[in-house]
């Protein structure tokens, strides 16, 4: 009792102070310059990053329109995620890593979607979007937590050691020829070295984030395994089974998963969010597969990832229906009953010209993952077995990340009652200067940065506003007027390399246009710009008390300049010509 009388003291001053510090706010400086974290973690926002926003000046500029300039906008009307698919990872920047993004995230759009789904599953899925756009759209959701949370010790930080975490690629290839299984296990096993190293260098760090290190080993690591999985990629390609988006695998990150231990989101009990189907992985158990078998098997390894994506569209879409039993009978159960039947399939082309595999039929069962915090993940279809470092030939059993919890979907650092969107506007943008270039399908794309104190803020952006303040943006929260909503404004870059639909960092295949002109760098040309407004409805005293903030990464103390949007356009070649047409004609479209 003495302890919770200590925090209501505590939480009461930090809202005078909070008071205080509005009204002593004097002009901002929408430069961020990161101290490299506060040396620890906590789930409240620091008082010192909220704002009024008359206090923020007019930064926002206005191109004057050329006279090629595409002038037009087409809407999308995706909605606010009603539908509740909220997800904590992230397909653009981890793929194939589940729960990486340790926050979670509004999804809207895509309903297969998740860290391991494949292109052709994103092009075959439902949606939430009017005209039938299946792009995927994601963005951290905003909470308001108005209960007494204590601050870590101040030297929580101490006791963490910050390690690497990479995607597998073992789990996204297809089949490995026999005549190539020998080199690829031997690159697979140099990716193991590679993180192995890295890991070695991250000790330097042990309690403290150190920007500089992160950034170089972060890049050593993504040069060598640029080159290691471009070998693999050449070495599959010359023996007949041509990997696909192995660009996306190369880019690492730099975790402080530690700062969870001394943690907690709801109680242990079974997560509120959409179950997920869980399967074993089968990519990576299969052995060398004969060249007359590749392209069956490959079909039928494509074919479990479809069966896997279906299952989970339908868990979206039929939340809370037919009871406690519905998912399992009408949804798991035909979904092993398919994966039998695919697994044999397997096993018998293989076993046409070389030894039968014995076992697969194992791998078939399938859970409805409901875990609580800390349980054991399964795998994922033929993607991730759950861990968020393996690369090459281990099972990735490091210690899993948390899972959502609770009615509130809770994770550690992250709580209190999520904030839905009051409106979700997404408008593809014409260019100032110069007729547009359909976007490529399959594009990846992000803005911001989700770790600007670990890996510096040069990629994040102010993106904070308030409803009749578009001239201004803030890298606060902004404490708006009567009458006025929250906003964020999120501009994703508007310039594209002419070839590639993702790279290794994820972002050098993109750039943002000159703002004072619009022009692209050279090398690049203008493609739609899409831009997302989020709107919330959000008490003045909530927002004069500090009480609403953003997830974040453990280490970001829901930094607000750590704001990020995702993007994957799935919208077909034909509708986004019709965009393209649209803002080169100075339309307005939907």
Known sequence: MAGSGKRRRVRGSRVVAAVAAVGAVGALTVTFVSGGGRGSASAEANLNDFVPIERVAANVPTPRPGPNASRGVFTVDCGTNRNGKFSPDNPVAQPGIRNGA????????????????????????????????RSSYFWPVVRIDKSVRADLDPQALGAVQPTVSCPRVADRLPAVPASAR???????????????????????????????????VLGALRAERAETIKRISRTMSGAGSR??????????????????????????????????????????K?????????????????????????????????????????????IVGPLQSKRVATLDRIAIAIGRTAPRPQGLEALAACTL???????QPGGNGNGNNGGNNGNGNDDGGDKPLPEPQGPNLELPNNTGRIVQPSKVLIEYRGNPGAKVTPMPRFLRALTGDAKPTSRGPANA????????????????????????????????????????????????????ADPATGACPQGFVAIPQLRISIAYDIPRAVQLRGQYALDSFPEENHNPFSDHNDFVNVNSDKQMRRIAACLNEGRRCS
Request: aromatic fraction near 4%; glycine fraction near 8%.
């Open 182 to 216: 020998d080199s690829v296990r031997r690159d697979l096993a140099a990716l193991d070295r590679q993180l192995a190293s890295a890991n070695g260098r991250m000790a330097a760090s042990r309690g403290r984030i150190d920007q500089r290190l992160n950034q170089s």
């Open 461 to 512: 952006r102010a993106t904070w506003t308030c409803s009749g303040f578009a001239d201004r943006l803030s890298d606060r929260y902004p404490i708006c007027p009567d009458g006025s909503q929250v906003m964020r404004v999120q501009d994703f870059p508007g310039c594209w390399d002419g070839r590639n639909t993702d790279s290794e960092n994820h972002r050098a295949h993109l750039a943002f």
């Open 102 to 133: 340790e926050h979670l995230h509004d999804f809207v759009g895509n309903l297969a979607i998740d860290a391991n789904t494949p292109d052709a599953v994103l092009a075959a899925s439902g949606t939430t979007c009017r005209n039938g756009d």
């Open 369 to 375: 993952d409901e875990r609580p915090v800390g349980g």
């Open 243 to 284: 990997p696909r988006g192995l660009v996306s695998l190369v880019d690492c990150e730099v975790s402080y998963d530690g700062l969870h231990a001394t943690h907690s989101a709801a109680p242990a009990t079974a997560s509120g969010a959409s179950p997920g189907v869980r399967c074993p992985s089968v990519r990576d």
């Open 286 to 330: 299969l052995p060398g597969v004969p060249a007359s078998a590749l392209d069956e098997v490959n079909r039928n390894l494509d074919l479990l990832d479809q069966q896997i994506a279906e299952a989970n569209e339908r868990l979206v879409t039929t939340k809370g229906q037919g009871g406690p039993n519905f998912a399992l009978n009408a």
